[in-house]
């Protein structure tokens, strides 16, 4: 009897993490959303991602290291991941799975790591999948490894694209689809092309409840249907914002959106209050500047304190020195962050 002919395959990739300007909030069925969302991918906050795998015909065994640490604690999720592909990834039958990962931003800080990290292992898995039989691909390869990243993590569908992404079923779009993201950037005016997104991280650590737990007090909340009709209409009015080169209309529905998020997870059962007492002297500095001023500048915030200060590149100058003498003081260590989009 012959043996069987086992190889070793490595790939090699990475993705951005984004931040939701229309967000989601609230799921049903396997990762998918109860409303679209819209986000832009940024440039500098990216999860790297090796992953080795080694044929056998042994069940899959899976090993996870994080900046060069073992992570048990993540294997649970790569397990319900591994559930998920199997069928569109053959090869996660059977062997063994190396995953190494790491950030170029620090963690607990404020962006997706989720997002990112599992839009680059969605990317590797795809890849190795390839190298071991190269026959087994997807019309649609952007589309196929985005519906992959959501599996693993919803928001990460929107991390396997550059630019701006719009996640979620919408009438505005008709190839718009809850399992995957696509792409908008054809529909973009210029001035959304270059934003800076300055991320000050008021308070580090881990939030003090996980964005899963959010979304399942959503199923339940008394403010759900309200909160579906108010994010499809701002997918709607951010769409045709971002269209019409209107900052002021895009700043409305990115406050409005990110100051609903934490109103809703401040009526939920049980309730959370995620933002700190600095989360709100800055948002009064930023609005009481921006009104002075008469320039193009917003906010947002994911489920936690720290907060995304966005504008178009051509403002930095303006900008840098109020982030200097007036909200880097608010920063827990006096960390801020510089990102920005990416379109590549």
Partial sequence: MTAPNFNNYI???????????????????IQEPVNPSISFTLSKSITKT???????DRDLSIDFLFEGKSKEAFIPKLKTLRERLINHLPFLKSG??????SN???????????ASSMASIARALYNIQIQIDPDVTANDKQAFISEMARLGSGSACRSTMPGWVLWGETQVLSKSHNKYGISINTYIHPMFNDLQDTILVIRKGA?????????????????????????????????????NGDFE?????????????????MSSSPAYTLLAPESLRAIKRIIKFREHHHIPLTFTLDAGPNIHLIYPKSQSKIVLPF??????????????????????
Avoid at 96 to 101: A, T, V, Y
Avoid at 211 to 225: A, T, V
Avoid at 249 to 265: D, I, P, R, T, Y
Wanted: some cysteine; aromatic content about 6%; glycine content about 6%.
């Fill in 11 to 29: 790939a090699a990739t990475s993705a951005p993490s984004n931040i939701a300007i229309v967000k989601y909030w609230g799921k049903k069925g």
């Fill in 50 to 56: 090796s992953i080795s795998y080694s044929q056998s």
């Fill in 96 to 101: 063994s799975l190396k995953i190494e990962s």
């Fill in 104 to 114: 170029t931003f620090p963690h607990s800080s404020g962006i997706a790591s989720s």
């Fill in 207 to 243: 939030k003090s409840v996980s964005s899963s737990i959010g979304h399942q007090l959503m199923e339940n909340h008394p403010y759900r249907d309200g909160r579906i009709k108010q994010a499809n209409k701002n997918t709607e009015l951010l769409l045709e914002a971002l269209k």
């Fill in 249 to 265: 209309a895009f700043a409305k529905v990115s406050e409005e959106e990110a100051l609903s998020l934490h109103g809703l997870m």
């Fill in 323 to 344: 982030i200097e003498e007036h909200l880097r003081v608010l920063c827990d260590n006096e960390e801020v962050i510089f990102d920005e989009i990416s379109l590549q």
